[in-house]
């Protein structure tokens, strides 16, 4: 009897152990994963680890709630969620901060990165207070000039949000935007072509749509043929909307690339052709005039006048760009400037700068080119085209009277949607702004009708020019509706989604797997003919049995959520095949783990079934080449 309470007291005493150890194992595990996605800015990936950290644990960490803060400060949509960790945070701060998982408390900045929190929510009166906390702890002459910035930035936005411009915006609809991140759109001059970048799973694509009768055509992607690795970026259109300027960027460096549209298709883009404008510095922007004939683009190369400044370039006889001109200390600051553009007379240039009158992080600004060639000085835009958070790729068509953004709004399509701006009401506008904007005292007539989609169906009517006359250097030619085609025979709708995606070991949905499921399930509404199998996947680590009941779970999961939104459940299947056809390597070459490539196998597909092939076709994403397995 002895000897059994012994052994049971010896089972108790001992099993802890074990358990334990492989717990502290597991979160190492996600704390290291955390690591990686978070130097590699990437935020929502990172988020995802460090929340299994939170909620093991870690919820009164300083350290953790401080990173899932700064991960929150990234993720557009999600910034209001940074305030309540990083208060959390800058409880326990401490000068003598080392990144490690065993670390309790937050470095100082803390308290600056709580004040920019603030400050994108529009509480400028604690932004303050964290900003001046700060300062009472910053070390440096450099720490305590940004804090003073920011804190003169936030009386700024105060002045600017109490007296803010009427701003009509307008969606540009469901055929433009989808339900992941569109933006950095522009427009061609006669209004009819326009290219954006649409985030898709596992790269940026780039977009392209004709304006037609009806409305924006399908948008096709044509990153394939500019022979895009998905790393390049619009830049701007010329007027003709024949040529495509884009950035081409690595971790390293950024050059100004450019392909040409000819019988129906985009060129392979090929670098700008000039003295010294693509060099070994970061090259983020490029702009051309109506006339083809000069280039602003911006750099960090080591002759500027801050950080990012902005250039121009004119177009010599032999077809190649000549030597950058720096626009100057009126317009360069010493800290960025960025995303210029120029409008179609050439004498208004848009662009972002964090070292103007700013209300905080980048804002819009508009410079005028006077008789003499001299830049004025330029104007803040104001709120709400300019906001407490970064405000970057302003495009200005029509000679500035329409403004195209990214913005991130209640009833939108998508995570980020471009929408069409003009001013309305009585309100006097900054002097520039006046020159180009018409007082609002009765009506407005759109600019032209057919590039900003009505809300509701209409008849198409023919296209009204502004009673403001376009400057007659650049006329502009009314867009006049033609007979809509006659209807083409039926062909599959493909539609690109993303798998949902699982954290390590794990089985619950987040926030990017509903959203992508929200799309599964309008899809199923809008085509009830047809019926989804629900294929679940997991990583290679662990035991093979333990992975395919997880991969099980996971397709369970998916299938209950989308019961949940009103799919009929005899419509879905399921089917888990554990670690069996992954799509990504699980680990490297060397035998080494590769995180990057097993989050990629912790997924659920969708199959059609039930269905006329005519109806819908599904595509899924491709895998980054250097992640795809070898035979």
């Given at each position: 009897m002895k000897t059994a309470v012994f052994l049971a007291i010896l089972l108790l005493l001992q099993s802890p152990v074990p358990a334990q150890e492989k717990d502290q194992a597991e979160l190492k595990e996600y704390f290291l994963d955390a690591e990686f996605f978070f130097a590699e800015e990437e935020y929502p990936d990172a988020l995802t680890d460090y929340m299994e950290l939170y909620n093991n644990g870690y919820s009164g960490n300083a350290n953790i709630n401080y990173r899932m803060g700064i991960c929150y400060l990234n993720m557009p949509g999600q910034k209001d969620k940074a305030i309540n960790h990083l208060l959390e945070a800058v409880k326990d701060?401490?000068?003598?901060?080392?990144?490690?998982?065993?670390?309790?408390?937050?470095?100082?900045?803390?308290?600056?990165?709580?004040g920019n929190a603030y400050r994108v929510n529009n509480q400028l009166d604690k932004?303050?207070?964290?900003?001046?906390?700060?300062?009472?702890?910053?070390?440096?002459?450099?720490?305590?000039?940004?804090?003073?910035?920011?804190?003169?930035?936030?009386?700024?936005?105060?002045?600017?949000?109490?007296?803010?411009?009427?701003?009509?915006?307008?969606?540009?609809?469901?055929?433009?935007?989808?339900?992941?991140?569109?933006?950095?759109?522009?427009?061609?001059?006669?209004?009819?072509?326009?290219?954006?970048?649409?985030?898709?799973?596992?790269?940026?694509?780039?977009?392209?749509?004709?304006?037609?009768?009806?409305?924006?055509?399908?948008?096709?992607?044509?990153?394939?043929?500019?022979?895009?690795?998905?790393?390049?970026?619009?830049?701007?259109?010329?007027?003709?909307?024949?040529?495509?300027?884009?950035?081409?960027?690595?971790?390293?460096?950024?050059?100004?690339?450019?392909?040409?549209?000819?019988?129906?298709?985009?060129?392979?883009?090929?670098?700008?052709?000039?003295?010294?404008?693509?060099?070994?510095?970061?090259?983020?922007?490029?702009?051309?005039?109506?006339?083809?004939?000069?280039?602003?683009?911006?750099?960090?190369r080591k002759d500027g006048i801050g950080e990012m400044d902005i250039y121009k370039s004119q177009l010599l006889s032999n077809g190649q760009w000549g030597m950058p001109v720096n626009l100057g200390t009126t317009v360069n600051t010493a800290l960025n400037e960025d995303t210029p553009f120029i409008t179609a007379n050439d004498?208004?240039?848009?662009?972002?700068?964090?070292?103007?009158?700013?209300?905080?992080?980048?804002?819009?600004?508009?410079?005028?080119?006077?008789?003499?060639?001299?830049?004025?000085?330029?104007?803040?835009?104001?709120?709400?085209v300019s906001t407490t958070d970064d405000d970057l790729f302003y495009y200005p068509w029509y000679n500035g009277k329409v403004g195209y953004v990214s913005a991130i709004r209640n009833g939108g399509f998508g995570k980020e949607d471009i929408y069409a701006l003009q001013p309305e009401g009585d309100r006097p506008l900054p002097e520039m702004l006046a020159d180009f904007f018409k007082s609002q005292e009765k009506p407005v007539t759109p600019v032209v009708a057919a590039v900003i989609p009505s809300e509701s169906p209409v008849t198409p009517e023919p296209q009204v020019i502004p009673e403001t006359p376009v400057p007659p250097e650049t006329p502009v030619t009314p867009v006049t509706p033609q007979p809509l085609p006659p209807a083409l025979p039926a062909i599959p709708k493909e539609i690109e989604l993303a798998p949902v995606y699982f954290a390590f070991d794990n089985f619950q949905l987040n926030d990017a797997g509903k959203q992508e499921l929200d799309q599964v399930s309008r899809i199923m509404k809008d085509y009830p003919v047809i019926r989804v199998k629900l294929v679940g996947h997991a990583d290679a680590k662990g035991p093979?049995?333990?992975?395919?009941?997880?991969?099980?779970?996971?397709?369970?999961?998916?299938?209950?959520?989308?019961?949940?939104?009103?799919?009929?459940?005899?419509?879905?299947?399921?089917?888990?095949?554990?670690?069996?056809?992954?799509?990504?390597?699980?680990?490297?070459?060397?035998?080494?783990?590769?995180?990057?490539?097993?989050?990629?196998?912790?997924?659920?597909?969708?199959?059609?079934?039930?269905?006329?092939?005519?109806?819908?076709?599904?595509?899924?994403?491709?895998?980054?080449?250097?992640l795809k397995p070898r035979e």
């Amino acid at each position: 009897m002895k000897t059994a309470v012994f052994l049971a007291i010896l089972l108790l005493l001992q099993s802890p152990v074990p358990a334990q150890e492989k717990d502290q194992a597991e979160l190492k595990e996600y704390f290291l994963d955390a690591e990686f996605f978070f130097a590699e800015e990437e935020y929502p990936d990172a988020l995802t680890d460090y929340m299994e950290l939170y909620n093991n644990g870690y919820s009164g960490n300083a350290n953790i709630n401080y990173r899932m803060g700064i991960c929150y400060l990234n993720m557009p949509g999600q910034k209001d969620k940074a305030i309540n960790h990083l208060l959390e945070a800058v409880k326990d701060v401490s000068s003598k901060y080392k990144e490690s998982i065993k670390q309790k408390t937050a470095p100082v900045d803390a308290y600056l990165f709580l004040g920019n929190a603030y400050r994108v929510n529009n509480q400028l009166d604690k932004a303050i207070g964290s900003y001046n906390k700060y300062k009472e702890l910053a070390g440096s002459a450099e720490e305590l000039k940004y804090a003073d910035q920011q804190i003169a930035a936030c009386n700024i936005a105060i002045q600017f949000i109490s007296d803010p411009l009427r701003i009509r915006m307008t969606n540009l609809g469901d055929s433009v935007n989808g339900n992941s991140s569109n933006f950095k759109a522009v427009v061609s001059g006669d209004g009819k072509t326009l290219l954006y970048m649409n985030e898709l799973p596992f790269y940026d694509a780039v977009y392209f749509c004709r304006y037609t009768p009806g409305g924006w055509s399908a948008p096709v992607n044509i990153t394939p043929q500019i022979q895009s690795d998905g790393d390049q970026y619009v830049s701007s259109v010329s007027f003709d909307g024949t040529q495509l300027y884009l950035t081409r960027e690595d971790p390293f460096n950024s050059d100004i690339y450019v392909s040409n549209y000819s019988n129906g298709k985009w060129s392979r883009s090929v670098p700008v052709q000039g003295q010294d404008i693509n060099t070994k510095y970061w090259e983020s922007h490029a702009s051309i005039a109506a006339d083809g004939k000069t280039l602003y683009f911006t750099s960090n190369r080591k002759d500027g006048i801050g950080e990012m400044d902005i250039y121009k370039s004119q177009l010599l006889s032999n077809g190649q760009w000549g030597m950058p001109v720096n626009l100057g200390t009126t317009v360069n600051t010493a800290l960025n400037e960025d995303t210029p553009f120029i409008t179609a007379n050439d004498s208004l240039l848009y662009f972002s700068s964090q070292g103007h009158k700013n209300m905080g992080g980048y804002d819009v600004f508009l410079s005028k080119l006077g008789p003499s060639g001299q830049w004025s000085n330029p104007e803040n835009v104001r709120y709400p085209v300019s906001t407490t958070d970064d405000d970057l790729f302003y495009y200005p068509w029509y000679n500035g009277k329409v403004g195209y953004v990214s913005a991130i709004r209640n009833g939108g399509f998508g995570k980020e949607d471009i929408y069409a701006l003009q001013p309305e009401g009585d309100r006097p506008l900054p002097e520039m702004l006046a020159d180009f904007f018409k007082s609002q005292e009765k009506p407005v007539t759109p600019v032209v009708a057919a590039v900003i989609p009505s809300e509701s169906p209409v008849t198409p009517e023919p296209q009204v020019i502004p009673e403001t006359p376009v400057p007659p250097e650049t006329p502009v030619t009314p867009v006049t509706p033609q007979p809509l085609p006659p209807a083409l025979p039926a062909i599959p709708k493909e539609i690109e989604l993303a798998p949902v995606y699982f954290a390590f070991d794990n089985f619950q949905l987040n926030d990017a797997g509903k959203q992508e499921l929200d799309q599964v399930s309008r899809i199923m509404k809008d085509y009830p003919v047809i019926r989804v199998k629900l294929v679940g996947h997991a990583d290679a680590k662990g035991p093979a049995e333990y992975n395919l009941k997880l991969s099980e779970k996971r397709a369970n999961a998916v299938m209950q959520y989308l019961v949940s939104k009103g799919i009929e459940k005899n419509r879905l299947e399921t089917l888990g095949l554990g670690e069996k056809n992954f799509a990504a390597i699980n680990s490297n070459p060397d035998g080494s783990d590769n995180p990057e490539g097993r989050r990629l196998n912790r997924r659920v597909e969708y199959e059609i079934i039930g269905q006329d092939e005519s109806v819908i076709l599904i595509k899924m994403p491709p895998v980054p080449e250097h992640l795809k397995p070898r035979e």
